[in-house]
């Protein structure tokens, strides 16, 4: 399933407002607070994205994803590592898409 660059822009924007499923928007905002405060987390906010549908498994996956984002992005800040053009954003998303992150 292709997700138009639109929605990517509006979820980007500010995933609250953007036309999305619940269960995706409360587990964007769990990740959220994973990232920003994660000493306030409790498992009264992986309830909330469950009842709005998210399953454990589906929690768990971004949980991994996410924190495998948030350590890159600050060594990547710590290092001063160089950002990808267009072009190799585009190439990375191509090979993501055909293989996945299973290695």
Known sequence: M?????LVASVLDD???APIE???RAT???L???TLA???VGPEDAAAARAAGASDDALRDAVYVCTLFNTIDRL???FGFA???DAGYNAGARFLLKSGYAW
Not at 2 to 6: D, F, R, S, V
Request: proline share 4%; charged share 35%; no cysteine.
């Open 22 to 24: 619940e269960r995706l």
């Open 28 to 30: 964007l905002a769990f």
């Open 76 to 78: 990547a800040d710590a």
């Open 2 to 6: 292709a997700i138009g660059e639109e």
């Open 83 to 85: 950002l990808l053009t």
């Open 32 to 34: 959220e607070k994973v």
């Open 38 to 40: 994660p000493e306030q």
């Open 15 to 17: 995933y609250r407002a």
